[in-house]
T-cell receptor, first 112, second 113 residues
Framework: DQQVKQNSPSLSVQEGRISILNCDYTNSMFDYFLWYKKYPAEGPTFLISISSIKDKNEDGRFTVFLNKSAKHLSLHIVPSQPGDSAVYFCAASSNSGYALNFGKGTSLLVTP | ETGVTQSPTHLIKTRGQQVTLRCSSQSGHNTVSWYQQALGQGPQFIFQYYREEENGRGNFPPRFSGLQFPNYSSELNVNALELDDSALYLC????????????FGPGTRLTVT
């Protein structure tokens, strides 16, 4: 059963605009959330994370928002750049801290 | 700082055979996790190793087994290969057990024919 869901398989955004990638989860035991970026023929690269005690975390152009009551998180990329074109995975973990549960990913295309 | 490395890059095996995949963790990291990524799916957790012991396991059968060595490198062994085992196998290391952030290697693409 998929506990982490990314319902948009793909997203296309113009360079300079905001990209918003969404993620929903079902397991209320998840207390830590991460976003990874993956280019073809490479492993996932860690981008940004957020603990369940926070509702926002920023790192440069990347901001993650967490809405625990809705079991929803989103990744905002502002401004989007062509080099951001990749597959983005949302992942979640419970306080056991060992298994990351991944969504199926959203393929982001940033066009010039 | 050396990142996570995996070998080989690609591998083709026949159904019923056995395979060993290798991973070197990022320097300073003592915990290694393995994931299977099928086409069009997100990575699925296989197991994690810490201090040469299995620390947790996902929903994979016993024919998936692993090892961790004193230098924190790791192996994933799969026996009696099935066609559905064809996937990208990803190794990830983390600073210590209980650290949420995991850093991934480039993966090994396994094809079972």
């Amino acid at each position: 059963d998929q506990q982490v869901k990314q319902n948009s398989p793909s997203l296309s955004v113009q360079e300079g605009r905001i990209s918003i990638l969404n993620c929903d989860y079902t397991n209320s035991m998840f207390d830590y959330f991460l976003w990874y970026k993956k280019y073809p023929a490479e492993g996932p690269t860690f981008l940004i994370s957020i603990s369940s005690i926070k509702d926002k975390n920023e790192d440069g152009r990347f901001t993650v928002f967490l809405n625990k009551s809705a079991k929803h998180l989103s990744l905002h990329i502002v401004p989007s750049q062509p080099g951001d074109s990749a597959v983005y995975f949302c992942a979640a973990s419970s306080n056991s801290g060992y298994a990351l549960n991944f969504g199926k990913g959203t393929s982001l295309l940033v066009t010039p | 700082e050396t990142g996570v490395t995996q070998s080989p890059t690609h591998l083709i095996k026949t159904r019923g055979q056995q395979v060993t995949l290798r991973c070197s963790s990022q320097s300073g990291h003592n915990t290694v996790s393995w994931y299977q990524q099928a086409l069009g799916q997100g990575p699925q957790f296989i197991f994690q190793y810490y201090r040469e012991e299995e620390n947790g396991r996902g929903n994979f059968p016993p024919r998936f087994s692993g090892l961790q060595f004193p230098n924190y490198s790791s192996e994933l062994n799969v026996n009696a290969l099935e066609l559905d085992d064809s996937a990208l196998y990803l190794c990830a290391s983390s600073f210590s057990v209980g650290t949420y952030e995991q850093y991934f290697g480039p993966g090994t693409r396994l094809t079972v024919t």
